[in-house]
Structures are given as C-alpha cells and as structure tokens.
C-alpha cells in the first residue's frame, strides 16, 4: 500500500493540472469544433440524364411545360423507435430538383405559406417593393392583377411505396489456431446483405386530371461488414485483438436516386422519341422496341 501511495498522488496531481489547464482554456477562447468534409453538389447516378434532357429540349409543343410537384409521401410504415422514419420525407424536394435539372420550368405549389402572406399583405396595401418611399406616395404598394400567378401544365406526385430489408444475404466464417487452451487463435469473416426502396410517380395533366403516365422504379441497396480477430496467451498475459469495417449504401441517396430515375423515365415521356437512347446509361437504356406514353394534348 505504501508503494503504490506514490503513484495515486502523481496520478491525481496530473489529473488536477489537466483540469486547470482545461478550465483556463474554456475561460480564455472558444472550443474549435473539428472540421470534417467541405459542402460539395450532391447528384445521382441519373442527373446527368436529367441534364441531357434539358441540353435536348426535344419538348412536344415546343417549350418546356410548367410543372408543379404535389406530395410524394413515404408510404413504406418504416419507423425505427430511436431514429424515426427510415426512408426519406424529402421525396417531393428531390423530384422538383430533378426538374430543375431537366431544364423544367418549376411552379411552387409544396409550400405557398410566404406567396400567400405576401399577397394578404398587397390585397392591403401595405406591401410594397420600394418601401423607402412609404408615406410619401399614395400609389407605393404591389398591385393585384388577374392572371399574375403562372399555372401548371402538368402536376408529379406519388409515394416511396417500398423498403425492404434483407432480401439476400451471405457471409464466410472461419477460425483456425492452436489447439491448446494458450496458442495463438485468428477469426475472420465477412457478409453481405441487400435491400431495396422503391418509388411509385405519375404525371397528371393539370387541366383534365388525367394520368398522362405513370412509372415505377426500384433499386437494390447493398451493405457489406469485414472483421478480423485475433486471440492468445503469453505466459500469464492474455490478449485479444479486433479490426474491421463495413460500408451500406446511404438509403436517402437511394431514395434520390429513384426519384430522378422516375422523373427522367417522366420527362422523356413529354419529349420527342430518342430521349432515354441518348440521354440514359447503356446499361438504364430500355429495348428499341419498348414504347413510351406521350403526354395526351401535350401539343396543344
């Protein structure tokens, strides 16, 4: 006991140093968070078609029609009790950044809380774009004219519709080392699983209501888990030593990849024939002989 004395007090007068020097630190500057990976564009493996799309223009009727996005709920009932939802309740922000990617003009009808408070506000008279001028011109606030708000000629809505766990999976397992209560043992394995999300769209012809088309897309997401281990004795000391990673394919990119696939197969759909031969991978591209619905009185 007398021995070990020496060393409990050097460990304490450590610890007590480390919480000075702590305190004063907190005390004289700001923490620096630690700094991870920059901002970069966040595409799909389908926005470069989206993109070709809008480079095409092949649009029936000539100009690209205004769209408008509805809801596309998640439909899936997946909850986990500690994260929540497990697929994405951004569906509809995905599938109006695909638009835009497209070249689509896009008419905001997912949240008009600000275009309704600002119109409240000039049926008044108090709203005004130069409000410098107020009390000073009788005239100085926003008119209301018939007609100003830009109709859709299409509407997109739909739902993530599935998310399904553990559709296949394998693994490899083995152990191998001394015999002897003491040697020296390794482990090693690994596995894979896949599940899959899929999205159900359609377009609707905004003056009709009628489904001009409607698609659905699935995609598979693979997850994979390698470990490493190593056990044994020297003497009287043991050890065990473990290393591993794994890797899943993020389901909200998933999600956001579906949803630009079912927006392109959409918009295609509403342009000239040839759009998914030359704006699609080789390997997304449909048969020849496989035929697209036209959008019905797109031309008019």
């Keep these: 006991m007398r021995r070990a004395l020496p060393l409990v007090l050097a460990l304490a007068s450590v610890a007590g140093v480390a919480g000075v020097a702590s305190a004063e630190t907190g005390a004289r500057a700001n923490v620096q968070p630690i700094r991870g990976a920059p901002a970069t564009a966040n595409p799909s493996p389908y926005s470069g078609a989206l993109t070709c799309l809008a480079h095409r223009g092949a649009w029936v009727g000539g100009a690209a029609p205004r769209i408008a996005v509805g809801r596309i709920s998640d439909m899936t009932g997946r909850v986990d009790l500690q994260t929540g939802a497990r697929a994405s309740q951004g569906a509809a922000l995905f599938a109006i950044t695909a638009l835009g990617r497209a070249g689509a003009p896009v008419v905001e009808r997912l949240d008009n809380t600000v275009a309704e408070i600002e119109l409240n506000y000039a049926r008044q008279h108090l709203l005004s774009d130069a409000p410098e001028r107020a009390g000073r011109d009788p005239e100085n606030f926003r008119p209301i004219y018939a007609g100003q708000v830009a109709g859709s000629r299409y509407y997109l809505v739909g739902g993530i519709t599935e998310?399904?766990?553990?559709?296949?999976?394998?693994?490899?397992?083995?152990?191998?080392?001394?015999?002897?209560?003491?040697?020296?043992?390794?482990?090693?394995?690994?596995?894979?699983?896949?599940?899959?999300?899929?999205?159900?769209?359609?377009?609707?012809?905004?003056?009709?209501?009628?489904?001009?088309?409607?698609?659905?897309?699935?995609?598979?997401?693979?997850?994979?888990?390698?470990?490493?281990?190593?056990?044994?004795?020297?003497?009287?000391?043991?050890?065990?030593?473990?290393?591993?990673?794994?890797?899943?394919?993020?389901?909200?990119?998933?999600?956001?990849?579906?949803?630009?696939?079912?927006?392109?197969?959409?918009?295609?759909?509403?342009?000239?024939?040839?759009?998914?031969a030359s704006c699609l991978p080789v390997e997304d591209t449909p048969p020849a002989d496989q035929t697209y619905a036209m959008a019905s009185g797109a031309s008019s």
């Design 163 to 276: 998310l399904n766990y553990n559709i296949a999976s394998s693994g490899v397992s083995a152990q191998a080392g001394a015999a002897k209560v003491t040697g020296l043992r390794g482990l090693a394995q690994a596995s894979r699983y896949v599940m899959n999300v899929a999205v159900d769209l359609r377009l609707v012809d905004t003056r009709s209501q009628e489904v001009v088309n409607s698609v659905s897309f699935q995609k598979q997401v693979i997850g994979v888990d390698r470990s490493l281990g190593l056990t044994g004795t020297l003497g009287s000391v043991g050890g065990v030593g473990t290393a591993g990673d794994g890797a899943m394919e993020p389901i909200q990119a998933a999600v956001r990849t579906v949803v630009e696939r079912g927006v392109f197969e959409l918009l295609a759909g509403i342009q000239a024939p040839g759009a998914q």
